[in-house]
């Protein structure tokens, strides 16, 4: 009972007060305040990378801003640049300089389609992401695994056109021209070349029954459907075939009349003087008056 506990404290510790703790943080009244608004028009936004760069001069990282918040196209050679700001060419080519190699802005020559050799400014928002779109490897695609062969899609072929009985190379032609003057009348009959020297038969096949290529035309482009054409040489062929016109009437040739009829040369038995006149005649004209006078 006599022996003393040195483990137990004498006396309960007091509590240290939060000021006094020896871990805390003295914190000053002095540093950096915002006193933010929100922006809604006529601004840029600035990435840390760029605003608190380690290694960019202050002048780089305000011309760089002043970059980024120009909109495309406007001026930015160091001249207009010497113009806006009060430094001078020198310090301003060093700050670009700066930009320029930490990614932030390129400067590329090109030439205009007149031929004049201009420089083209390009400010970058984020080199980093520059850098790594250029440092990953193109993959190539490995070749897909052959499958089945996909059927060809067989093109439906168009209604047949009537056919001319003489098909001569005038005709075709004249055919030809007229198909290929449709799209003149209504933009939607632009035939193909396969098309057109399909129907070029049919419409020959009209032209030859003495319709003129007005009727013709008319035929072909008149009341056609106001929701579309989706195969317009389909539905000419279709009218080429259904409304071929019947034959011209039969018109008889006039017979020419039969050439006149030469006599053989003869000689006057009169006056010696050549004439033609058919046989038995021995006199020319002029004798055969004197010899009527005579008698």
């Known amino acids: 009972m006599g022996i003393q506990n040195p483990s137990v404290p004498l006396r309960t510790p007091t509590r240290v007060a939060g000021n006094k703790h020896p871990n805390r943080v003295h914190r000053t009244t002095g540093g950096l305040e915002h006193d933010n608004t929100r922006h809604t028009t006529r601004f840029v936004v600035i ?11 202050l002048l780089a990282i305000g011309l760089g801003t002043h970059l980024q918040s120009l909109p495309k196209g406007a001026p930015a050679d160091i001249k207009t640049l010497v113009a806006r700001f009060p430094e001078g060419a020198t310090r301003i080519a060093a700050a ?22 201009v420089t083209r400014t390009i400010s970058c928002n984020q080199p980093a992401a520059v850098r790594q779109r250029a440092e990953q490897p193109c993959r190539v695609s490995a070749p897909p695994a052959p499958s089945a062969p996909r059927e060809k899609r067989v ?39 396969e098309d057109t020297a399909h129907l070029a038969p049919g419409v020959a096949a009209w032209l030859e029954r003495d319709v003129t290529p007005a009727a013709v035309r008319r035929a072909l482009t008149a009341d056609l459907p106001p929701e579309g054409l989706r195969r317009p040489a389909a539905l ?46 021995t006199h020319c004209r002029d004798c055969r008056t004197g010899l009527q006078e005579a008698a």
């Open 155 to 193: 093109r439906k072929a168009l209604p047949a056109v009537p056919r001319p009985a003489y098909s001569g190379p005038g005709l075709l032609q004249a055919a030809t021209d007229l198909l290929a003057d449709l799209r003149r009348h209504d933009s939607r009959l632009l035939l193909s070349a």
């Open 47 to 57: 990435g840390n990378h760029l605003a608190q760069h380690p290694e960019l001069s």
């Open 96 to 117: 670009l300089r700066e930009l320029e190699s930490h990614g932030y802005l390129r400067r590329e020559r090109v030439r205009t389609p007149s031929g004049r050799i």
């Open 236 to 281: 000419l062929a279709h009218r080429l075939a259904v409304q071929l016109p019947p034959p011209g009437p039969f018109r008889a040739q006039a017979t020419a009349p039969p050439p006149p009829v030469r006599h053989p040369l003869r000689t006057c038995d009169g006056c010696d003087r050549a004439f033609r006149a058919p046989a038995p005649t």
